[in-house]
């Protein structure tokens, strides 16, 4: 199994970035996929999670009509669309997968460790 993200980088503040993270080794399909992050002295925390049947997703109430999940089960990726980026989307992104759509679902969105991770991509805002 292999989670790989790209697309991160350096941008200043409004600006817009595209996470992808694409995934092999497991029945995509059938997965819930999400988007977590973590910055520098803080909890990991979810960004954002959609269901494997692709008609729910969920987002952190901080980035609410700012980020944007999508998949696309062909390819085996999902992106997120980062909008309006603020200096604190500063952190460490990564992207996630997991078999059960409740962890999805829960709130705050739940996956374990036991999940399939990627290794993270930095994604840095300046003011």
């Known amino acids: 199994v292999q989670l790989v993200e790209s697309g991160g980088g350096l941008v200043q503040a409004g600006e817009s970035l595209t996470l992808s993270c694409r995934a092999s080794g497991f029945r995509f399909a059938g997965y819930a996929l999400a988007w977590f992050r973590q910055a520098p002295g803080k909890e990991r925390e979810a960004v954002s999670c959609i269901t494997s049947d692709d008609l729910s997703t969920h987002y952190a109430d901080s980035v609410e009509n700012r980020f944007t999940i999508a998949r696309d089960n062909h390819d085996q990726t999902w992106t997120l669309q980062m909008d309006a980026l603020k200096p604190e989307d500063t952190a460490t992104y990564y992207c996630?997968?997991?078999?059960?759509?409740?962890?999805?679902?829960?709130?705050?969105?739940?996956?374990?460790?036991?999940?399939?991770w990627g290794q993270g991509i930095q994604v840095t805002v300046s003011s």
């Open positions: 996630a997968a997991s078999l059960y759509d409740s962890n999805c679902r829960a709130r705050p969105i739940q996956f374990m460790p036991s999940d399939y």
